[in-house]
């Protein structure tokens, strides 16, 4: 087992931040999981064969193919018996690692990566594995064969004969305004960061969810603000304006009594009241 982990600060370049990466000669029916990851996580098999398991699926992979692990879906994967994988693996995040994914066609329920080739994929691994070593310019180098690796995985994958599932993108979504809501996001961004035209998007998600995207960051928001004042009872009403993207106190009073009905000064009362009530 070889394994190199990396301290990159996420302000260096926020489209990808790489976490680790390694390679792995792995005895018979190794297993890993099953476990939740909160980044993304690529393997690429050189060699034997082993078996994925994820969202109650299992698939078999063998020499020249790998697979995506997306974040916070819970997986397993184990070696085989008689013929143990060897692989890379590579661990990332990043604003554009949505889109960068949908090019290569892969998907939650779509996560196995065929190439038609894999001589430039392997070049630029062993390449980033070799960047850790290096003493000036590692964070440069390893994002340019990491780059380079994303885009020969592009150009080498095979088209997918499964049609991406709109819950895929819907989940991205929701991923990325828990993630994001207490800053200033706007949904462009947020349809930028998986891949889809902002028009399609907002139809797609209607027509699943029952609400706009802008009305459900919405929601989303005034919802968080409810938690913040009923945990922290001693914060001032702009305080917690501002720890839900809101720097003017006043907007974030339109947009809480539009949502709750009351101000948010007065639905602090009641639940400062409550409690008093409960003691």
């Not at 000036?136 to 592009?154: H, K, P, Q, V």
């Not at 949502?259 to 008093?276: A, L």
Request: net charge positive.
């Amino acid at each position: 087992m070889e394994e190199f982990l990396f301290d990159l600060p996420k302000k260096y370049d926020s489209h990808s931040h790489i976490y680790y990466c390694g390679r792995e000669k792995c005895a018979p029916n190794h297993a890993y999981g099953p476990t939740i990851r909160d980044h993304f996580l690529i393997h690429f098999v050189t060699s034997g064969k082993g078996t994925l398991m994820v969202n109650h699926q299992s698939f078999e992979i063998t020499k020249n193919e790998g697979f995506i692990i997306f974040p916070n879906i819970l997986s397993y994967y184990q070696a085989d018996t008689l013929d143990p994988w060897h692989y890379y693996w590579i661990g990332f995040s990043g604003s554009r690692s949505y889109q960068y994914l949908k090019q290569m066609n892969l998907s939650v329920h779509n996560p196995i990566i065929r190439v038609k080739s894999s001589n430039c994929i392997i070049h630029y691994l062993e390449q980033m594995l070799k960047s850790s070593k290096e003493k000036r310019g590692t964070e440069t180098r390893l994002l340019g064969y990491f780059y380079l690796f994303l885009s020969d995985l592009i150009e080498e994958s095979e088209p997918s004969k499964h049609v991406s599932d709109k819950t895929d993108y819907i989940q991205a979504f929701i991923e990325f305004i828990e993630k994001n809501y207490s800053r200033a996001i706007t949904i462009k961004e947020v349809t930028s960061y998986i891949g889809l035209n902002r028009n399609y998007f907002s139809n797609v998600f209607k027509g699943q969810i029952g609400t706009s995207p802008q009305n459900y960051l919405l929601h989303y928001r005034i919802n968080k603000a409810c938690e913040l004042i009923e945990q922290n009872p001693n914060l001032q009403v702009k305080e917690i304006g501002m720890a839900v993207s809101y720097k003017d106190a006043l907007a974030f009073s339109k947009a809480f009594k539009r949502i709750k009905g009351i101000s948010p000064s007065r639905y602090k009362e009641r639940m400062v009241n409550r409690k008093t009530f409960r003691l």
